[in-house]
């Protein structure tokens, strides 16, 4: 062979495709496998309640003003009426809502689902309810409203589970739905008509019961509002447009507190403007007022609470595929140093023998992930493979002395590698050092070797050993 250091380059050329060709073959078996897993969480949506968002109480009242217009002259003139309706709301001043979160897991096969279950006291006051007072706009106009209704607004109303509302001492008979043009999701209670235009305070209690899917949002509609969750759930993540002003979490649970002013947030005139009032799900699919295509500026302000698995096996078995490339190129660049300078022979198949391996492990841990806790997934992942590399390089290195270290290497590797799953803000800082640490040792490793005589020693080099052919 001409040239063989060329000839054996281009083999292994082919074996780093045909392993790159593997490796997305497997991401793609990866995001299959979460897009079944949002499938279920779809599913439990459609069958329990989607995520939720929790707006209110406010009181409207519809109105229709009407007035007579005259045209026309003699004995054509006719008189014609004209309308208008528009809708009279009062917002609470104060709105405090005391609220306990209990979780459920829900499961379709292998796939399991957060759903919560919120039990919530709300109270909300207002000091006068002058805005419900009607005035004409035309004169000689004639006016009519509606009784004056107290609704509260979900994302799902088949996660209300029971509801209870009392205006003083006095209990009110709560009906579905809330006869709003917006919000309609939900569920009303009709007002005494003396409430309209009071000047004394009022203040409404409400008891809910609310299940829903893997995240809670609520609009801080009061002049004032007051929000304190606990839950027990560990792993809380705040999102939204504001975050709590106290916020504790551990192993038993969380316990958060907003406090917000309606000089802080729009959420009073985004209601009023017929702004929908969204789930803060990444899934428009789940939520009954967020339809395709609607961006934050299309909602109302709120806040929101998702109740995420930190340790979600698909996210986590991603992000390692994602470092399959350097795992091949690595471990290739080892055995190519034990050729290099213990005068080895190694096949391109065995390289391709071992990419395979090293593919293999990624393929073990998003399998083995859907039946076991991710930590004990990856050890026993890793421990196949570095076990199966290490006999394997003992062989095709020529003894146990060299197929070990590679083997120690590997495992290495796949230590590393989990290290920087279970980290967030230093995953880079940290895998941009260790792989410096690899190009260093391999410099200082390769700092004597003569590249350009490379190919005259391989072409002036001995036959293989008789122990790799076959015996007489």
Same mark, same amino acid.
């Given at each position: 062979m001409?040239?063989?250091?060329?000839?054996?380059?281009a083999?292994?050329?082919?074996?780093f495709v045909?392993?790159?060709?593997?490796l997305?073959?497997?991401?793609?078996?990866v995001?299959?496998?979460q897009?079944?897993?949002?499938?279920?969480?779809?599913s439990?949506?459609?069958?329990?309640?989607?995520?939720?968002?929790?707006?209110?109480?406010?009181i409207?009242?519809?109105?229709?003003?009407?007035?007579?217009?005259?045209?026309?002259?003699?004995?054509?003139?006719?008189?014609t009426?004209?309308?208008?309706?528009?809708? $009279?709301?009062?917002?609470?001043?104060?709105?405090?809502?005391?609220?306990s979160?209990?979780?459920?897991?829900?499961a379709?096969?292998l796939?399991?689902? +957060?759903?919560?279950s919120l039990k919530a006291?709300?109270?909300?006051?207002?000091?006068?309810?002058?805005g419900?007072?009607?005035?004409s706009?035309v004169k000689?106009?004639?006016?009519?409203?509606?009784?004056?209704i107290?609704m509260?607004?979900?994302?799902?109303?088949r996660?209300i589970?029971?509801?209870?509302?009392s205006?003083g001492?006095?209990?009110l008979?709560?009906?579905p739905?809330?006869?709003?043009?917006?919000?309609s999701r939900?569920?009303?209670?009709?007002?005494?008509?003396?409430?309209?235009?009071?000047?004394q305070?009022?203040?409404?209690a409400l008891?809910?019961?609310?299940?829903?899917?893997?995240?809670?949002?609520i609009?801080?509609l009061?002049? +004032?509002?007051e929000?304190?969750?606990?839950g027990?759930?560990p792993?809380?993540s705040?999102?939204?447009?504001?975050?709590p002003?106290?916020?504790?979490?551990?192993?038993?649970?969380?316990?958060?507190?907003?406090?917000?002013?309606?000089?802080?947030?729009?959420?009073?005139?985004?209601?009023?403007g017929?702004?929908?009032?969204?789930?803060?799900?990444?899934?428009?699919?789940?939520?009954?007022?967020?339809?395709?295509?609607t961006?934050?500026?299309?909602?109302a302000?709120s806040?929101?609470i998702a109740?995420?698995?930190p340790? +979600?096996?698909?996210?986590?078995?991603?992000?390692?595929?994602?470092?399959g490339?350097?795992?091949i190129?690595?471990?290739f660049?080892?055995?190519?140093?034990?050729?290099?300078?213990?005068?080895?022979?190694?096949?391109?198949?065995?390289?391709?023998?071992v990419?395979?391996?090293?593919?293999?492990?990624?393929?073990?841990?998003?399998?083995?992930?859907?039946?076991?806790?991710?930590g004990?997934?990856?050890?026993?992942?890793?421990?196949?493979?570095v076990?199966l590399?290490?006999y394997?390089?003992?062989?095709?290195?020529?003894?146990?002395?060299?197929?070990l270290?590679?083997?120690?290497g590997?495992?290495?590797?796949?230590?590393?590698?989990?290290?920087?799953l279970? $980290?967030?803000?230093?995953? $880079?800082a940290v895998?941009?050092?260790?792989?410096?640490?690899?190009?260093?040792?391999?410099?200082?490793?390769?700092?004597?070797? +003569?590249?350009?005589g490379?190919?005259?020693?391989?072409?002036?080099?001995?036959?293989?050993?008789?122990?790799?052919?076959?015996?007489?």
């Amino acid at each position: 062979m001409k040239h063989p250091l060329i000839t054996k380059l281009a083999a292994l050329a082919a074996v780093f495709v045909l392993l790159l060709v593997g490796l997305a073959q497997i991401e793609d078996v990866v995001r299959d496998r979460q897009r079944y897993r949002t499938l279920t969480a779809q599913s439990v949506a459609e069958s329990l309640a989607g995520p939720q968002t929790l707006m209110g109480p406010m009181i409207h009242s519809a109105c229709v003003e009407t007035w007579d217009v005259e045209s026309g002259k003699g004995e054509e003139r006719r008189t014609t009426e004209q309308r208008r309706e528009f809708l $009279l709301t009062a917002m609470p001043d104060q709105l405090q809502v005391r609220s306990s979160v209990g979780m459920e897991e829900r499961a379709r096969g292998l796939h399991k689902v +957060n759903t919560f279950s919120l039990k919530a006291h709300v109270t909300a006051q207002w000091a006068a309810l002058s805005g419900l007072q009607a005035h004409s706009t035309v004169k000689g106009s004639r006016l009519q409203c509606g009784a004056p209704i107290v609704m509260l607004a979900v994302g799902d109303a088949r996660g209300i589970r029971t509801a209870q509302v009392s205006l003083g001492d006095q209990a009110l008979a709560l009906k579905p739905g809330t006869f709003h043009p917006t919000y309609s999701r939900g569920l009303h209670a009709v007002l005494p008509e003396a409430v309209r235009g009071q000047a004394q305070p009022m203040t409404l209690a409400l008891d809910l019961e609310l299940v829903g899917t893997e995240r809670l949002a609520i609009v801080p509609l009061g002049g +004032n509002t007051e929000v304190k969750m606990t839950g027990t759930w560990p792993h809380p993540s705040f999102t939204g447009r504001f975050l709590p002003s106290e916020r504790t979490w551990g192993p038993e649970g969380f316990t958060a507190q907003w406090r917000l002013s309606s000089l802080a947030t729009t959420a009073q005139q985004d209601v009023l403007g017929g702004r929908r009032i969204c789930a803060g799900s990444h899934d428009a699919s789940l939520s009954d007022y967020t339809p395709a295509g609607t961006t934050p500026r299309d909602c109302a302000d709120s806040f929101s609470i998702a109740f995420v698995d930190p340790v +979600n096996p698909y996210t986590l078995a991603d992000r390692a595929t994602k470092y399959g490339l350097l795992f091949i190129a690595l471990t290739f660049v080892a055995v190519g140093l034990f050729e290099l300078m213990k005068r080895l022979r190694v096949h391109p198949v065995q390289y391709l023998l071992v990419g395979a391996a090293l593919c293999s492990f990624f393929l073990l841990l998003v399998s083995l992930s859907e039946h076991l806790a991710f930590g004990w997934s990856y050890l026993a992942a890793a421990t196949a493979c570095v076990v199966l590399l290490g006999y394997y390089a003992s062989h095709m290195l020529g003894g146990l002395a060299r197929g070990l270290p590679l083997a120690a290497g590997v495992a290495l590797l796949y230590g590393l590698l989990y290290v920087l799953l279970q $980290l967030e803000q230093t995953a $880079l800082a940290v895998g941009s050092v260790a792989l410096f640490l690899v190009l260093t040792a391999v410099m200082v490793l390769t700092r004597k070797v +003569n590249w350009y005589g490379l190919a005259t020693q391989r072409a002036d080099s001995p036959a293989p050993p008789a122990a790799h052919k076959d015996a007489p």
